[in-house]
């Protein structure tokens, strides 16, 4: 069973461009999250989507946008770059753990997409 | 607004000896804590979850304990080994939709 899977791992860009990261949750996680992780810091969350649509989002302008597809897989869409953009991009499913009457939940992470503005 | 904050910061031990990460969180009404892993350059790896109700869970190595009360919880690695070297990050869940993760402690044990 494959776990969350990112593309491109890497990924260069120019100040100004577009860009767009894809995330595939693991089988049977309906919920994706996003993540910036700059580097030497822990990661920020930049929006949760789940049936489709965003439900909560962290503290991002609207150059970032994403969308979710009845498959569940994800996109995450950064407009006009810019040089503070840069970091690891992590993509996370929710991974509902059945414990009987008290079921919880824990995130899986992916291995993440490397941006690097120029 | 939660806060996480992970003390030391970074951390560098002799093979064989047990240590003891630090996280505190500044709201504790959460949901539940989890600790994972990070190699340099790569994505996160889950070691523990520890959901509100619980004070501590194990897994081989690890334990880690959560006092909510306190706002505090605490990854303990017995034995450490070279191969424990990595990032350490914790992150509580408000059982809203996000996690807040702390800066992390990186971590290096020497041969």
């Known amino acids: 069973d494959a776990g969350v899977t990112q593309s491109p791992t890497h990924l260069i860009k120019t100040r100004g461009q577009q860009v767009t990261l894809r995330c595939s949750p693991k089988?049977?996680?309906?919920?994706v999250s996003w993540y910036q992780q700059a580097l030497g810091q822990g990661p920020q969350f930049i929006f949760q989507y789940y049936e489709e649509e965003e439900r909560q989002r962290g503290n991002f302008p609207d150059r970032f946008s994403g969308h979710q597809f009845p498959n569940y897989s994800s996109e995450l869409n950064v407009n006009a770059l810019l040089l503070g953009d840069s970091a690891l991009y992590l993509c996370a499913s929710r991974n509902w753990k059945d414990r009987g009457l008290f079921p919880y939940y824990g995130y899986t992470f992916g291995s993440g997409t490397r941006l690097t503005v120029v | 607004k939660q806060e996480v904050t992970q003390i030391p910061a970074a951390l560098s031990v002799p093979e064989g000896e047990n240590l003891v990460l630090n996280c505190s969180f500044t709201d504790s009404a959460i949901y539940n804590l989890q600790w994972f892993r990070q190699d340099p350059g790569k994505g996160l790896t889950s070691l523990l979850l520890i959901q509100s109700s619980q004070r501590e869970q194990t897994s081989g190595r690890l334990n880690a304990s959560l006092d909510k009360s306190s706002g505090r919880s605490t990854l303990y690695i017995a034995a450490s080994q070279p191969g424990d070297s990595a990032t350490y990050l914790c992150?509580?869940?408000?059982?809203?939709?996000?996690?807040?993760f702390g800066g992390g402690t990186r971590l290096m044990v020497k041969p």
């Open positions: 089988s049977g996680h309906d919920t």
């Open positions: 992150a509580v869940n408000n059982a809203g939709n996000m996690l807040t």
